[in-house]
């Protein structure tokens, strides 16, 4: 038995086709068919990565042709005991911990609500969905427009329905209130996918169960608690992942809203990071960063996952 | 529906609950609407107190968003000739001539050209890769799936890192080709892995009876399962097409000029004292347009292509 992957997955082939088929062997064309992809992949996420491992113990600096030196762990100490990253670091978990919690309270109640199968739901659900899928950077930047304190619609709207003044406050610039400007519009964007991911758990769901729990008299509360959120956990916990990650690398969508500002208030790490690598040209420094947010993600979706195949199971 | 079920919901609940989602529906449809709407607004109307909802549709935003203009004085008007076209016109209602056409036209072109690049090459590479792994048993299913997510729990920044550099040792930095290399490996895991999904589905003796009838392997690929795979394969390519659409990490840290596409761009507009929002709205609706209508068209694989085919409804 061969270590590579591609010998194991020609060598699990059945060998009756084998025999019997003309041109070019199974073997050969399992070659042909995985091997450009994998180069590919090679070439450009796990080769970038080891590089990005040695670049962490050096003190390279992109913009400068000086050599680098080995520094080892240097950076990775300065990253860990630098304020900065700590702040970026809360800012991070503020972000996520917000809309997560507001995504998938509104996502799962709207999935709830159009599982009711009221005419037209196919419309609605196509409807909501739209943020989703459009660019983050181009939408986020015209959000800044909205959040105008004189002529912007949502501090209008805001003025309309609670009567504060529009001027009297701005969504971006105060220190208060620019985490929630970006909690807002991340959840805007991305509560549809939460409502779709719940949508398909509540879909999966039998009616022969609920028809049996009538039978036995269940309270339509006790139904809910005991039956529809149990068997959409897994879906829900599915979700909850996925937005856990894509909003620990959030980027484009912040940036082009706050810009990390007031202050440094709404700075992600990955805005953070990013004014390490481009701004400073502190790459080597940056690369250790990189090596730590990534560690960091890996290591709490390993153990996510683990709990979310523990749910699964049950 | 024949009898009665006790899990089909009343009347009343049916009512109820679709009066709430359309609430919902309305509310976070309303900036997209916004965005289109502030497009065709004069600037004046753009930036009036309170927000017009009615007001007069003008093209000027879309004109200022196509060209570059030059203020002229009242004395200087009277000296050109009478405008030719209907945007000359426009422009000169504004008191100011055209003096050539801007950027956005090449950005958006090299949006056109990295997005449909990109998705061609990983829709290629994707398909021959998902078949393999589809056909010939790979015992690594489970790892494969949690590898393919781990590719993607990097922050795009820190990808950004080693990839500028070996970038500018291959002179690939602000190059289409770069960004559609870049592009095509960023999608390849997703469309490896939808493919997957698509091409398991499609059962196993249609090729074994083509097998059996003296087709090679390859052929039976090509003649039996690619025609099978077709919706699935324009699904996945218009999921990798709105990614790299949408990209803008990548977009902004690796381009800057003749390959920058439309995210990076769009943000860019200016006019007199600040972003001239209705050229950005302008820009940003022909920008949008394109993918709402994909997601219209996609909505019955949406759920497969955003969870990496984890849950395929």
């Not at chain 1, 860990?80 to 991070?92: F, I, K, N, R, V």
Request: proline fraction near 5%; glycine fraction near 6%.
């Amino acid at each position: 038995m061969s270590g590579n992957p591609i010998d194991r997955v020609a060598e699990a082939t059945p060998p009756t086709f084998a025999s019997r088929v003309r041109g070019l062997s199974d073997r050969t064309i399992a070659w042909l068919f995985v091997g450009p992809s994998i180069v590919l992949l090679l070439a450009v996420n796990i080769f970038p990565l080891i590089w990005t491992i040695n670049l962490s113990f050096t003190n390279f600096k992109a913009n400068r042709l000086r050599d680098a030196e080995y520094i080892w762990f240097q950076n990775y100490q300065r990253i860990l005991t630098d304020t900065g990253t700590w702040e970026s670091m809360q800012a991070t978990a503020h972000f996520l911990f917000w809309t997560i919690f507001f995504q998938v309270l509104i996502g799962f109640a709207l999935a709830y609500l159009i599982n009711k199968k009221f005419k037209g739901n196919d419309m609605w659900t196509t409807i909501i969905v739209l943020p989703m899928m459009l660019s983050p950077a181009v939408v986020g930047n015209f959000w800044t427009f909205l959040y105008q304190p004189q002529i912007g619609l949502f501090n209008y709207v805001v003025e309309f329905l609670t009567g504060i003044e529009a001027s009297s406050f701005s969504m971006i610039g105060s220190v208060n209130l620019a985490p929630w400007s970006i909690v807002i519009v991340d959840t805007w964007m991305w509560t549809p996918f939460v409502m779709l991911i719940c949508l398909a758990g509540l879909r999966s769901i039998p009616d022969s169960i609920y028809e049996a729990a009538e039978c036995d008299r269940a309270s339509k509360w006790r139904q809910f608690w005991t039956l529809t959120i149990p068997m959409v956990l897994p879906f829900l916990m599915l979700a909850v992942l996925f937005r856990g990650i894509e909003n620990f690398k959030m980027f484009d969508l912040v940036v082009q809203l706050t810009g990390g500002g007031p202050g440094s208030i709404t700075t992600l790490t990955s805005i953070d990071l990013k004014r390490e690598a481009f701004e400073k040209w502190r790459t080597g420094y940056a690369s250790a960063y990189a090596v730590i947010l990534f560690v960091t993600v890996f290591g709490l979706a390993s153990i996510y996952v683990k709990a979310l195949n523990k749910v699964k199971e049950r | 529906m024949s009898g009665f079920s006790v899990t089909e919901p009343s009347k009343r609940q049916k009512w109820f609950a679709g009066i709430l989602v359309i609430t919902y529906a309305m509310v976070t449809l309303m900036p997209l609407l916004w965005i289109i709407a502030t497009g065709f607004k004069s600037p004046e109307d753009a930036i009036s107190y309170p927000p017009k909802v009615i007001f007069e549709p003008s093209l000027e935003g879309y004109v200022n968003l196509f060209t570059t203009r030059t203020r002229v004085t009242t004395s200087m008007e009277e000296t050109l000739l009478p405008p030719e076209t209907w945007y000359d016109e426009i422009a000169r209602d504004s008191g100011t001539v055209i003096s050539g056409p801007t950027r956005y036209g090449q950005r958006f072109t090299n949006s056109v050209i990295i997005g449909f690049g990109s998705t061609f090459f990983s829709i290629f590479f994707g398909t021959l890769a998902a078949y393999a792994f589809s056909r010939f048993r790979v015992p690594i299913k489970e790892d494969l799936l949690f590898f393919i997510l781990s590719t993607r729990m990097m922050p795009p920044i820190a990808v950004a890192i080693p990839i500028f550099l070996m970038f500018r040792q291959l002179g690939l930095n602000d190059t289409h080709l770069g960004m559609i290399l870049l592009y095509t490996a960023v999608n390849l895991s997703l469309s490896v892995w939808l493919l997957k999904g698509f091409i398991d589905e499609i059962p196993l003796e249609y090729e074994e009876a083509a097998l059996i009838d003296g087709y090679t392997r390859f052929q039976a690929f090509y003649k039996v399962v690619l025609p099978q795979a077709a919706t699935g394969i324009a699904s996945t390519a218009i999921f990798c097409l709105i990614f790299a659409w949408n990209e803008y990490a990548f977009a902004v840290l690796l381009t800057s000029g003749s390959a920058q596409t439309a995210p990076p761009f769009i943000p860019t507009i200016i006019g007199v004292g600040g972003q001239d929002w209705p050229a950005v709205a302008a820009g940003a609706t022909i920008f949008l347009i394109p993918v709402m209508i994909f997601t219209i068209l996609l909505r019955k694989h949406l759920l497969r292509g955003i969870t990496f085919g984890a849950v395929r409804k």
